[in-house]
T-cell receptor
Framework: QKEVEQNSGPLSVPEGAIASLNCTYS??????FFWYRQYSGKSPELIMF????GDKEDGRFTAQLNKASQYVSLLIRDSQPSDSATYLC???????????FGQGTILTVHP | GAVVSQHPSRVICKSGTSVKIECRSL??????MFWYRQFPKQSLMLMAT?????????EQGVEKDKFLINHASLTLSTLTVTSAHPEDSSFYIC???????????FGPGTRLTVL
């Protein structure tokens, strides 16, 4: 079992729809959870981080964490073509420690 | 804030030569920097963790004598790929951990092509 698993996609949604990206992790000691967006040929950029169970909202993005189920998700509301990218879930099990990345989910938002 | 730069952005070199890549945190002090490698259509793979003033910690399977890492100051880490070969061609990305926010920020990456 991979440490961090994501659906590789591609996930295709129409413009204006909600895109839902999912991630599961195997280490119950994981403490910090991150979502990064990576455009083709570019490095990852941080979208959100979440530490506590529940939802965290930032603009069109909502991260959801359920530690009991070892599950973290990212919802993108009002999806735009510019949201088309690979979304990487990353998990860290101690403060300042290394991140373990999932393989990424390719999202395509079509007009 | 939290800007990380890398230099060069792209480098092409001959097989057998060494290449140095710089990673700088421009507006914060980074006690820890990380070096990743990413092959096409694959996720990021951590190569090593670099702490200022101490030896880097390498991930399993990464040759420390081939990938030399130096973290001489709180704003600069360097990765030197020694005796590069075509299979070392990849996208090398650094990140810096901002202690106050406990978050890693990535540099723009360096695309290395070894002929």
């Amino acid at each position: 079992q991979k440490e961090v698993e994501q659906n590789s996609g591609p996930l295709s949604v129409p413009e204006g729809a909600i895109a839902s990206l999912n991630c599961t992790y195997s280490d119950r000691g994981s403490q910090s959870f991150f979502w990064y967006r990576q455009y083709s040929g570019k490095s990852p950029e941080l979208i959100m981080f979440i530490y506590s169970n529940g939802d965290k909202e930032d603009g069109r993005f909502t991260a959801q964490l359920n530690k009991a189920s070892q599950y973290v998700s990212l919802l993108i509301r009002d999806s735009q073509p510019s949201d088309s990218a690979t979304y990487l879930c990353a998990v860290r099990n101690n403060r300042y420690g290394k991140l373990t990345f999932g393989q990424g989910t390719i999202l395509t938002v079509h007009p | 804030g939290a800007v990380v730069s890398q230099h060069p952005s792209r480098v092409i070199c001959k097989s057998g030569t060494s290449v140095k890549i710089e990673c700088r945190s421009l507006d914060f002090q980074a006690t820890t920097m990380f070096w990743y490698r990413q092959f096409p259509k694959q996720s990021l793979m951590l190569m090593a963790t670099s702490n200022e003033g101490s030896k880097a910690t390498y991930e399993q399977g990464v040759e420390k004598d081939k990938f030399l890492i130096n973290h001489a100051s709180l704003t600069l880490s360097t990765l030197t790929v020694t005796s590069a070969h075509p299979e070392d061609s990849s996208f090398y990305i650094c990140s810096a951990s901002q202690q106050s926010t406990d978050t890693q920020y990535f540099g723009p990456g360096t695309r290395l092509t070894v002929l």
